[in-house]
């Protein structure tokens, strides 16, 4: 069973900087033990679930959508089984829970409409508030 653990949640200033970990169990990164993606995604109250990024773990290639891109950057780390969401010059409107989910043979991005999707196992999220 895969799981995943988010951290690195807070409070934060506008303008600056928090980066979220990702920890993941169940497969391991090197092993190649099945073609996983991992993407993050972030629900603000009152609003629908929102896609930051996805990572194709046997790779490392990264994909944003459009509206985050340039402030967000995905990474991951296989010895650590960990993906990690670094995002900069943070805005009160990024204040939301974002988590991040895993799926086995997924796409990223999903190549109908280049959005980031993934259907499997999520985290419970971490808070992340920037105040203003």
């Known amino acids: 069973e895969v799981q995943l653990v988010e951290s690195g949640g807070g409070l934060v200033q506008a303008g600056g900087s928090r980066r979220l970990s990702c920890a993941i169990s169940?497969?391991?990164?090197?092993?190649?033990?099945?073609?996983?993606?991992i993407g993050w995604f972030r629900q603000a109250p009152g609003k629908e679930p929102e896609g930051i990024s996805c990572?194709?773990?046997?790779?490392?290639?990264?994909h944003y959508a459009d509206s985050m891109k340039g402030r967000f950057t995905i990474s991951s780390d296989n010895a650590k089984n960990t993906v990690y969401l670094q995002m900069n010059s943070l805005k009160p409107e990024d204040t939301a829970v974002y988590y991040c989910?895993?799926?086995?043979?997924?796409?990223?991005?999903?190549?109908?409409?280049?959005?980031?999707?993934?259907?499997?196992?999520r985290g419970q999220g971490t808070q992340v508030t920037v105040s203003s």
């Open positions: 989910a895993a799926e086995e043979w997924g796409f990223c991005p999903d190549p109908r409409d280049s959005a980031i999707r993934v259907s499997g196992s």
């Open positions: 169940g497969f391991t990164f090197d092993d190649f033990d099945g073609d996983y993606i």
């Open positions: 990572i194709n773990i046997a790779d490392g290639s990264g």
